[in-house]
């Protein structure tokens, strides 16, 4: 047998083309699955802090707190509930304390005032005597950090979230 012969037989066998075209595909194949698996991890936990906070939105709404002591204490359970349905560790700090924006995995329950019209919130009813509507509100802020598998392989950074909501108090 010759070396045309032989190179026209192989040239013609096509028996492992389907293992080598798999070996290339397969890798690329697992990569995009792995990375939908982890992108549905990252939406199912905003999805889980934003209902925690929508959570505790309504149950403070249904509340109506009559007193600072009675407000007190639906702020230490509406910590409670968000700490058992996130994980986070959370915390009431009233309205005198600013929150950490620095930290992670941390919820805060918190009470603010807004003044009139004004867009931005102030930790204590103080600068509104100027304006007879100042409302107190309480916020839900929860901080949260997720780790993607693609960063143990230098791809990318942690995500980070960050869910406030924000209800009016009488």
């Avoid at 329950?109 to 930790?123: D, I, L, P, Q, S």
């Avoid at 600068?127 to 100042?134: F, I, L, Q």
Wanted: charged content about 20%.
């Amino acid at each position: 047998m010759g070396i045309g012969t032989f190179l026209r037989r192989l040239h013609a066998d096509t028996r492992g083309s389907a293992l080598i075209e798999t070996a290339f595909i397969a890798p690329v194949l697992i990569m995009m699955s792995l990375g939908g698996v982890e992108v549905a991890n990252m939406v199912k936990r905003q999805h889980e802090l934003q209902n925690a906070a929508a959570k505790a939105a309504e149950i403070m709404m249904a509340a109506h707190p009559e007193d600072e002591a009675a407000l007190s204490t639906v702020m230490q359970q509406l910590a409670a509930t968000i700490q058992a349905d996130t994980g986070l560790t959370t915390t009431a700090i009233g309205a005198a304390i600013e929150p950490d924006e620095t930290k992670n995995d941390v919820g805060y329950v918190m009470t603010r005032y807004r003044c009139g019209n004004a867009t931005n919130f102030k930790k204590a009813n103080t600068g509104c005597t100027d304006s007879p509507n100042a409302q107190r509100f309480v916020v839900f802020l929860l901080r949260d950090r997720y780790t993607p598998v693609w960063t143990d392989y230098g791809l990318g950074d942690n995500v980070q979230f960050r869910v406030e909501k924000t209800v009016q108090i009488g």
